[in-house]
């Protein structure tokens, strides 16, 4: 199926103000995931140059694959609660979630 068979099937489905409605939502996830993973990543590489350790070092103190740890130093990674738990607490730090309104 074409990507415009699609499109339309879907206003049909769904309508304009609806699919509208969803990639305003789909383009806030992306740029929320963005944000947390820069912080993250952010936060990681001044731990590691303010203590001068390097990457297995890092991978060693987290329990995290050197993989794992190249995502995270990407901006790429995709962690759970638990693994922000556990790399705030090393970074003696505490994470913070806020909502603000777009």
Known sequence: MKLGKFKDLAEKRFGKKKLAQLDREVELEAEAMRTLQTNIKDALTQYMHNHDIGFNETSRRLGLTARQISQIQK????LRLSTIAHLSA???KTPVIMFKKK
């Open 90 to 92: 090393m970074l003696g």
């Open 75 to 78: 901006g790429k990674a995709n």
